[in-house]
């Protein structure tokens, strides 16, 4: 149909804590769950969310649009699970996709409060950056942070994104415009997509 995907991917990784899947519609209690036990602890990272955050009826709705981004292939969201699938640990996701000449998008992530220092995110990312530059055919994944979230900085950096810049009043982040360090990492086994 015109370039689109006709049908919603589905993507399901396997690590040895964790399942990794794209999320959809059916998970709208977790993902308002999650949100609700994070809502203090994500705050400071996060831009300002509504209340819709915090209830399955909102997410519902929200599902159905990432669920449209993800048939046409502009955007992948994804939801860590406990091995059992039972609850959702953190959230990442891989936004603005775009190809022709460029074949970038930017990443993005939140692990629960619980689940922190585990290695958790690190276990998840390295599974899903390895998916997008195979599958998804992905040259360049970007993603930023604020100075002040050295957690964030270390993790990209062990993932092996590079500092590219600074950006002043990047992102307005718990209500204020926040500064980010953007970084950028290439995949130089890249192959053109088939």
């Known amino acids: 149909m015109f370039g689109y995907k006709s049908a919603t991917p589905r993507v399901r990784l396997t690590t040895d ?7 959809h519609e059916r998970d ?13 602890f994500l705050k400071p990272w996060e ?16 599902l159905g649009l990432i669920t449209e981004m993800q048939k046409q292939g502009n955007a992948y969201y994804f939801i860590l ?3 059992d699938e039972n609850y959702v640990q953190g959230v990442a996701n891989f936004s603005n996709v775009l190809r022709g000449s460029f074949h970038a998008c930017f990443l993005g992530y939140s692990l ?12 998840a ?3 899903l950056i390895r998916y997008m530059q195979r ?6 994944i970007m993603a930023n942070y604020m100075p002040h979230n050295q ?18 009043d990047y992102l307005l982040i718990d209500g204020k415009w926040q500064d980010h360090i953007l970084t950028a990492l290439t995949y130089q086994e890249w192959t053109a997509p088939r």
């Not at 629960?112 to 276990?123: A, C, D, F, I, S």
Request: with cysteine.
């Open 17 to 23: 804590r964790m399942v990794v899947r794209l999320v």
């Open 112 to 123: 629960g409060e619980k689940w922190q220092g585990q290695g958790l995110m690190l276990e």
């Open 151 to 168: 957690r964030s900085g270390d993790l990209l950096t062990r993932l092996g994104f590079e500092r590219e810049g600074y950006a002043k």
């Open 81 to 83: 699970l406990d091995p």
């Open 47 to 62: 831009p300002v969310r509504d209340e819709s955050h915090c209830y399955p009826s909102g997410w519902l709705a929200r």
């Open 28 to 40: 709208a209690h977790r993902m308002a769950d999650y949100y609700v036990e994070n809502r203090e």
């Open 125 to 127: 990312l390295q599974s």
């Open 135 to 140: 599958q998804q055919k992905m040259h360049r």
